[in-house]
């Protein structure tokens, strides 16, 4: 197994190449809709991201031992070394996950397709995030990596 900074690293390119696919999907003339796009793509950056963020999360708290399935929240972090104190940023993250944009992509997304009507009308107010909210969602993480590269390297 990689170390958790290298998991985080992956996780992210694994969203870009994904990101880049449902761009190249929305550019072609004979495809499905954009909502169904949105609902096949999304949730499947959504678990990269995430995934990326919690081996994210593990890296910043010098995690020795990585988990098979990293965490999706600050509440899901193991318990830290003996002399091991919780880096600062973590309290930025915990406020981020209640209010911020991490608490946008930690919702879980709503299950299946709001039913199109003739017209091109939708039968449920229901909408999943698009291609513009992951690619944010991707360059805040992106971010917040690149922040923490740099902090780690310093120490």
């Known amino acids: 197994?990689?170390?958790a900074r290298g998991l985080a690293n992956h996780s992210l390119y694994m969203a870009r190449i994904?990101?880049?696919?449902?761009?190249?999907?929305?550019?072609?003339?004979?495809?499905?809709?954009?909502?169904?796009?949105?609902?096949?793509?999304?949730?499947?950056i959504r678990g990269h991201l995430l995934d990326g963020y919690g081996w994210f999360?593990?890296?910043?708290?010098?995690?020795t031992t990585l988990p098979r399935v990293p965490p999706?929240?600050?509440?899901?972090?193991?318990?830290?070394?003996?002399?091991?104190?919780e880096p600062g940023e973590v309290g930025e993250y915990r406020r981020l996950?209640?209010?911020?944009?991490?608490?946008?992509?930690?919702?879980?997304?709503?299950?299946?397709?709001?039913?199109?009507?003739p017209g091109g009308t939708l039968a449920s107010s229901h909408s999943v995030p698009g291609i513009a909210t992951y690619q944010q969602w991707w360059e805040q993480l992106d971010g917040l990596f690149q922040r923490m590269a740099d902090c780690m390297d310093e120490y």
Do not use: K, Y
């Not at 999360?57 to 995690?63: F, G, H, I, S, Y």
């Not at 999706?72 to 104190?85: A, C, N, V, W």
């Open 72 to 85: 999706h929240h600050t509440e899901q972090l193991p318990q830290l070394g003996e002399g091991i104190s």
């Open 1 to 3: 197994m990689g170390s």
């Open 18 to 44: 994904l990101l880049q696919a449902w761009q190249s999907a929305l550019n072609a003339d004979n495809g499905p809709e954009e909502r169904v796009l949105d609902a096949a793509f999304g949730p499947a």
């Open 97 to 117: 996950e209640q209010e911020g944009w991490l608490a946008q992509l930690q919702a879980p997304p709503p299950l299946g397709l709001a039913r199109s009507l």
């Open 57 to 63: 999360l593990l890296a910043m708290t010098r995690a």
